[in-house]
């Protein structure tokens, strides 16, 4: 079934600017066109579209989605070279969480420390405001 740009953009969860950039750059590549000339996106370029829209989310740079793009054009021959890249950037994704979970940490330490300091009588505003 062939979707508009506009339905494509609904079903991923991107602006139509967000698809059409994502032309722009490279990639997306052979979306077809209607007979009017207007783009039809197919199940298989919402697929694509959403995988690239994860890699962004999770925090992929574009040069290295154009990268994976054009692996992509290069089908099942170039599979491993796709593996390797996804595996380094699931390694730069688990160090992203960590790093988040230590600022979380922080975070969490201070939230009891006020917590601590409002109960606390009177409150000393000087040791407040160091913190």
């Known amino acids: 079934m062939p979707y508009t740009p506009g339905e494509a ?10 698809i059409r950039y994502y ?4 990639l997306m590549h052979g ?5 009017g000339g207007r783009r039809v996106f197919s199940e298989d370029d919402l697929s694509r579209l959403g995988l690239l829209r994860c890699l962004r989310d999770s925090g992929m740079p574009i040069a290295r989605l154009r990268r994976f793009a054009e692996l992509l054009q290069g089908g099942d021959a170039t599979a491993d070279q796709r593996t390797a890249l996804l595996e380094e950037h699931d390694r730069e ?9 230590r600022e979380q940490e922080r975070v969490r330490e201070k939230i009891k ?5 409002s109960v606390a009588a009177p ?3 000087e040791a407040v405001a160091r913190h």
């Open 9 to 18: 953009a609904g079903r991923i969860g991107v602006s139509i600017d967000t």
């Open 23 to 26: 032309e722009k750059i490279g």
């Open 31 to 35: 979306i077809r066109r209607d007979s």
């Open 93 to 101: 994704i688990d160090e992203k969480v960590a790093q988040l979970r």
């Open 113 to 117: 420390w006020y917590r601590s300091v």
């Open 123 to 125: 409150q000393d505003t």
